[in-house]
């Protein structure tokens, strides 16, 4: 495993992958990356970043890969298929599933990895496309501790909170409780101030008053409600069908997901589509 990583790979050049790889780009690695996307890659490849034509022909010019797709068939797709990462599995090649997935996605993806010689680590990224944009995410990396230190710099070119949390699907279990959380904090921000706005108070002035009250959340800071929030159902999918798993109740989570879908309807925003796999 190489402790000077200068060769980055980027599967997913979308709205979190390209400035993800801009900011790596900036910070002096190479940056190879590929997207199923012609529009993605027509924009990166405007932005100084090489385009490959799959995630094997990526994988091949990097010594670290981070994945940046939507859903979880997909991450397994661009790691596993036949022009997939490990097609160019060679010793000590580290792959980043930056993707939020199911912590048990992460271990099949493992046990499918296991005689290649590549090193997987979860690395999911939280605070949003502002975040990105800015070089200013937190992500939280579950799996080999002397991996994860030979990305760490890389890790430090897009992310200003990096935080190893544990073996690896840590990271997603980490993602998958901050989301249930979050959910839940909109959902709340939403039903309290429309419940003040009812009864007259102005909901701005009420807003900074709660921010510099024990109500205050991240959420309430940044107004994230108003962006269109797309992946907010399946984080929700993903904590219940866990818990499920683990035969564990989180009648908080059900609840959340119908708020969320009210926000949503309301602003007349897109529910995402389903991961068919």
Request: with cysteine.
């Amino acid at each position: 495993m190489s402790t000077s990583i200068r060769r980055v790979g980027m599967v997913g050049l979308g709205k979190m992958g390209r400035p993800m790889a801009r900011h790596l780009r900036k910070a002096g690695f190479a940056v190879t990356g590929c997207d199923v996307s012609a529009a993605a890659c027509k924009q990166a490849e405007g932005e100084g970043i090489k385009v490959a034509a799959s995630p094997k022909a990526v994988a091949a010019e990097s010594d670290f890969v981070i994945v940046v797709v939507g859903f979880d068939s997909e991450a397994e797709a661009v790691v596993l298929d036949t022009d997939g990462i490990a097609s160019a599995a060679r010793a000590g090649l580290i792959v980043g599933i930056a993707s939020t997935v199911a912590p048990r996605t992460m271990q099949k993806i493992a046990a499918k990895l296991e005689g290649s010689g590549i090193v997987l680590l979860d690395m999911p990224i939280t605070r949003g496309e502002p975040a990105a944009e800015a070089g200013k995410m937190l992500t939280m990396v579950g799996g080999d501790v002397a991996a994860f230190e030979a990305v760490k710099p890389a890790l430090q070119s897009f992310a200003s909170s990096i935080y190893h949390v544990g073996d690896l699907g840590a990271g997603q279990v980490g993602k998958m409780v901050n989301n249930l959380i979050l959910w839940a904090c909109i959902s709340a921000n939403h039903e309290g101030l429309k419940l003040a706005e009812k009864l007259g108070a102005d909901p701005e002035r009420l807003r900074t008053a709660l921010i510099d009250s024990s109500a205050s959340n991240w959420a309430l800071q940044t107004r994230i409600e108003e962006q269109p929030m797309p992946w907010a159902e399946k984080d929700m999918r993903i904590v219940l069908s866990e818990a499920d798993r683990l035969r564990i109740s989180v009648p908080l989570c059900g609840v959340v997901t119908e708020v969320v879908k009210t926000v949503k309807f309301e602003r007349g925003w897109p529910t995402p589509q389903l991961d068919k796999a």
